[in-house]
């Protein structure tokens, strides 16, 4: 990949909008733009101009008019990718875009690669690796967890942690290996009682980082959580609640939400999918029969389940119900179950007294009015463990990176016990290597062009 | 309403980009972005930065940082709404996008109506009515011709003629009006045989501009072509092959495609909006005979009719077709016809002859291997009187201009007519004020709030 050439993309949403931005990163940058650019002021080119300046012109092919723009002209190195880049602020129209970037095409640009602006920027060390994975993952954020730690994680919290601990253990690397260079004489120059603090402190780093990905995981794609009902009891209904908007299909029909909808909604600033599923009533209908099967896919890729069920309908029958749920907690022991009474508004005080006396721990609600959704709402952020996201710890999200740590983990156990059973220089030295290798590949010292291939293709065009 | 508040809106395409825009503009603009905003250039505020200069930093709020950002300061009057504005640059995460305008809102400013930019830029008197106009039709544009008469529009060249025009009429007027106070007197102040000849220009450049609108017409909104023939013919195929995309749905059951599908397509830089129908075969079949009625209804609405048959189905009864096309005549002789053989990839050389002795003018055509879909898009093109288009003269795309144009005109007439009869100065007066009136309300010097309201209201927000 030559990294000379200048790339053009567009860089705001697709779509027509008030306004887009075009943006060119590479050498040729802003010569290409002076070519287009006609400048309200006259007199002197983009070339000519400081870097961080806004100018008004026109962008022109010969006599034709594109368009009235603002130009945004960033001098290397002080840009995001460090190249010369230019912005050029133009009029939404999706057609505008198009005859814009043709434009430029025709004028020596070529089209940007997904990730190609971040890819330069990581190239030209104005970002680690991980920090450049923190930017699409800052662009997917959808709630303020994810959104925080994709946040610290491109502000370089997490792997400038790493970085430290790497310079350090290379600095102790290198002394065992002035070592080994005379190894004759016997002398140590690296001190084993710091080099162990160093190895004790990188274990307990590595073993937090590696411990946060169970709520990182949880943080980045959202906490799952299947509904289970018998059909009509108001899943769908509560469902709207939750989302506050109309997405499921309401019917008065027993039996019609079959297939199952998945939205996800913020609560808390937790990202929680809500899975809709058919319930689990015993059925000899076979279209019923699949949906009860599916649930209980639905139940296993969940971490938390909702049983739902229709007070008014169910309070001369809470035996069926108080099965279904015992068939659940014995089929997922391990598995939070909230267990909720529905349609609470249509039934009197000493059916509500009922209800508590024969379901422990059960929550009264009403998905229509509103009543109980909030305290549902509370449940279900109680369940989850925030601490670390409230303590503003660093979180690992990024599998890769979680791969690397786990690696660098069991090398680094490697040379602690090398260290206490007084393993060989030469042969510690080598553990030490591999240990850096792995907090190389987070920060992106150590690359090849498939693994920068597979991370930038999953960023957007334009970024 | 008032014009001292700050208003804040996302600027850029809804949706997920590499970036987003927001836009604040107001008096307050600057200052509230200064108590979010943190540079990475320590110690000044943007209020002491220069006009269109560009700053790194982050937006924050207490301790917690919404997104690493540049913000590009435009200090009144040198900018889109000649307040101070500030627009940031941020990450296109839609819920950065929330957050971000969320803070903004909680920090004094108001979310912005549907325009309001543009009514701000207008009101300060940065464009003129017709100009802000044509920013929506800008964006609104999709082929080269209704962009070029938007831009074109926004360049003030229409609004500028008009504006040229009615100052010499506000000349004359005045001249004529203070002939009145002097009336005793019986002075002449304006020379008669001078405004009869403006009074000529005028009503030169009105009808020129009125006559305009018809193209003008069919440039903003596309020309309706209706592709009529019996069903499985290759409609849809050939819809496909001129939109070189699958929306149209084929099929190789006859009578499928019952529903009209439309789709616009840009041929050589002008709208076409085709319309598939369901043909016009003689059919018991109430479904059928209910697609005949929609046909004949949206062949009403086409400028133009494309008549398609099959040729290895039809080659040995030709007459069928015949019949048909003289049906389309007979009922619509001002339509523009072209009639196309499809399938012509599965026919001999016999058989084309025979097409063109028995259906003169007839088109050869494979849709599915793209034979003659270029004759059919040159024949399209040739339909259209382009003249004005390329002789790059001003054209009325905007009803509401076309409206008073034509109010002027009659009234210019009037005054045309009173100049010619010797009509009293008095009366002659009153004729050139309501001439003078109309000319304003394209150019906005004549404005009320209903009517910006109805202007600026179908603009997006955000503009």
Known sequence: MTQQDTIVALATASGSGAIAVVRLSGSSAISIVDTCFRSVVKGK??????????HLGHIV???????????????????????????????????????????????????????EFT???????????????AVADLIASDNEASHQVAMQQMRGGFSSEIAKLREELLNFASLI???????????????????????????????????????GNVIKNGIPVAIVGEPNVGKSTLLN???????????????????????????????????????????????ESIGIKKTFEKIDQAQVVIYLFDSVKSISDLKTITIEIEKIRNKYPQKPLIVIANKIDKVDDISISKLHSEIPDIKLLSAKTGFGVEQLTNALLDLIN???????????????????????FEEIQKVKHGLET???????????RQA????????????????????????????
């Open 61 to 115: 092919e010969n006599d034709r008019v594109f368009d009235e723009v603002l130009v945004s002209v960033f001098k290397n190195p002080n840009s995001y990718t460090g190249e010369d880049v230019v912005e050029i602020s133009c009029h939404g129209s999706l057609y505008i875009q198009q005859e814009m970037i043709q434009l430029f095409l025709r004028n020596g640009c070529r089209m940007a690669d997904a990730g």
């Open 45 to 54: 080119t983009l070339a000519a101009q400081a870097t961080h300046t806004i």
């Open 386 to 408: 925030t601490g670390a996201l409230r303590n503003n710890e660093t979180i690992v999200t990024n599998s890769r990176h979680y791969d690397a740590l786990l690696k660098a």
């Open 241 to 287: 609640a939750l989302l506050n908007e109309e997405r499921a299909i309401v019917s008065e029909i027993a039996g019609t939400t079959r297939d199952t909808i998945e939205d996800e909604i913020s609560i808390g600033g937790i990202g929680f999918r809500f899975i809709d599923t058919a319930g689990i009533r015993e059925t000899k209908d076979v279209v």
């Open 177 to 215: 290996e002035l070592e080994l260079d005379f190894a004759e004489e016997d002398v140590e120059f690296a001190d084993r009682s710091q080099f162990k603090e160093l190895v004790e402190r990188i274990t307990f780093v590595l073993k937090r980082l590696i411990d946060s990905f169970a709520v």
């Open 119 to 133: 890819l330069r920027a990581f190239l030209n060390g104005k970002l680690d690796l991980s920090q450049a994975e």
């Open 422 to 432: 007084g393993l060989s220089g030469d042969l510690l030295a080598i553990d030490i």
């Open 436 to 463: 850096l290798y792995h907090f190389g590949e987070i920060t992106g010292e150590i690359t090849n062009d498939d693994l920068l291939g597979n991370i930038f293709a999953n960023f957007c065009i334009g970024k």
